[in-house]
């Protein structure tokens, strides 16, 4: 994924491409940002789900009364009310760990777990680059990978022996974006299952099984290992 970008030889050469960086940055910022929120009610959705055999499919029950019918609509909305102030704001670690949790008490395939371990992997180390970005800025590198950009903790970190450098292109910015785009994606087959087999039957279909496949085959477009990090604690000691 290297890039070979003339040296910009005017100030308008380098307003470009930081220009390029700064649009890059904020699609994949807003990406991000939007995968938290689908992870988080994702999180809500696997919990109404056990709590309320059904959801988010809505199922109506034989009740005599409109009084019942109400009573079991408030008592839906204070369920929910209440999942939502458990989980609304939590950590990725924290949300990873919830998931797992709820697949041991629905004795999901192994596989379930499995996939949510590595969605979560992988997204780890899109967000390690996003909290460099986030906390110590990035500049463009003029010296040794023309139009690729660096981010350093130096100004930041208190202990010297911490002290780390990014270096990363643009297509790889790109690339973790496009990744961003299929993670709560494939939470939501990991986790809910019952749902896509659910709306296939409805459909008379069976597409969700092939769909559940194809997502889980989709290979990674960013690759944590093109991204370039030095520091002392990477410096071995002779």
Avoid at 13 to 38: C, I, K, P
Avoid at 61 to 75: F, G, I
Avoid at 94 to 111: E, G, N, P, V
Avoid at 206 to 226: F, G, L, Q, S
Wanted: charged share 25%; hydrophobic share 40%; aromatic share 10%.
């Amino acid at each position: 994924m290297s890039e070979s970008i003339p040296y910009p030889e005017t100030q308008a050469q380098l307003d470009e491409l930081y220009a390029e960086y700064y649009l890059t940055f904020g699609r994949f910022m807003h990406v991000f940002g939007s995968t938290e929120s689908s992870l988080s009610s994702q999180l809500q959705i696997s919990v109404l789900s056990l709590v309320y055999p059904g959801y988010p499919l809505r199922q109506e029950e034989e009740l005599n009364t409109q009084e019942e019918r109400q009573a079991q609509a408030r008592a839906r909305l204070l369920g929910i009310a209440a999942v939502k102030a458990v989980t609304a704001g939590s950590r990725l670690a924290q949300m990873k760990d919830t998931f797992k949790r709820l697949l041991r008490i629905k004795k999901s395939a192994a596989d379930d777990a499995a996939e949510i371990d590595m969605v979560f992997a992988h997204l780890g180390e899109i967000q390690f680059v996003r909290n460099c970005l986030v906390h110590n800025a990035a500049y463009m590198d003029m010296k040794e990978n023309i139009g690729w950009f660096k981010s350093s903790n130096v100004k930041n970190v208190k202990e010297h022996e911490k002290q780390e450098t990014i270096s990363f292109s643009l297509a790889m910015l790109t690339a973790m974006t496009n990744d961003l785009f299929w993670v709560s994606q494939r939470v939501s087959h990991a986790m809910q299952p019952e749902f896509y087999e659910h709306i296939g039957k409805m459909n008379e279909s069976a597409t969700w099984i092939d769909e559940r496949r194809i997502i889980r085959a989709r290979p990674w477009h960013y690759d944590p290992t093109e991204l370039k990090r030095t520091g002392r604690k990477y410096i071995k000691d002779e």
